[in-house]
Structure formats: structure tokens, C-alpha cells
Nanobody, 122 residues
């Protein structure tokens, strides 16, 4: 079992930055690819970014490419999402999730955190 806890969300103005963190714990917390997803009200949860266990492979949604960066610190079993040049349409609850491989598909992730709210004001 893997427990995931997100932090770092908040309210920021358009053009601002936030860094989200996701701390993993549990007996088998290591060895997983990690992803970030987001869900706005009335919208399905969507893929944002993912990174392999080694950190050598990462993928991004087109909507965040060039603005967001995913990284990980395996010694701390923590994954980060650096979000720059934020836009109002980035407003959502952001979730981290763990999977065997760096998929971009929600259903392929086994473990999920509770989410952290990101609000970008215009």
C-alpha cells in the first residue's frame, strides 16, 4: 500500500508560480512512476504530467508544456510539480498518483492522493 499526500496549493494571480509536492509513504513507496492530474468543477480529471521512477522520462499535457516541470527526489520519495506562468484555466484540484509506468491515462494509476486546490485569479 502506498499513501500519497499533496501540498503546496493555494491562490495565485495570473502569471504567478506555485510548486506542488507529493510525499509518498508506505512499505512499497519506492519504484513507482508518478503522475500529476487535475480536475476542475464539472470536468473530467485530466492528465498534467508524469515521470518515471528513474526520473529519466517525463511527459506533459500540451496545455502545460513549457510552463510546468515535473521532478522527483527519490531519497525523499517526493515528487514535485513546478507551475509557472499560471493561467485562470489552470484552476483545479491537483492530484498526484502512482503507477508502474509513466502513463498519461488516469485509469492506469493505482494509488491517489486527496488533492490540493490551485486557484489562479485573473
Amino acid at each position: 500500500q502506498v499513501q500519497l499526500v499533496e501540498s503546496g496549493g493555494g491562490l495565485v494571480q495570473t502569471g504567478g508560480s506555485l510548486r506542488l509536492s507529493c510525499a509518498a509513504s508506505g512499505r512499497t513507496a519506492s519504484g513507482y512512476a508518478m503522475g500529476w492530474f487535475r480536475q476542475a468543477p464539472g470536468v473530467e480529471r485530466e492528465f498534467v504530467a508524469t515521470i518515471s521512477w528513474s526520473g529519466g522520462t517525463s511527459y506533459y499535457a500540451d496545455s502545460v508544456k513549457g510552463r510546468f516541470t515535473i521532478s522527483r527526489d527519490n531519497a525523499k520519495t517526493t515528487v514535485y510539480l513546478q507551475m509557472n506562468s499560471l493561467k485562470p484555466e489552470d484552476t483545479a484540484v491537483y492530484y498526484c498518483a502512482a503507477s508502474q509506468y509513466p502513463y498519461a491515462t488516469t485509469s492506469l494509476y493505482k494509488y491517489w492522493g486527496q488533492g490540493t486546490q490551485v486557484t489562479v485569479s485573473s
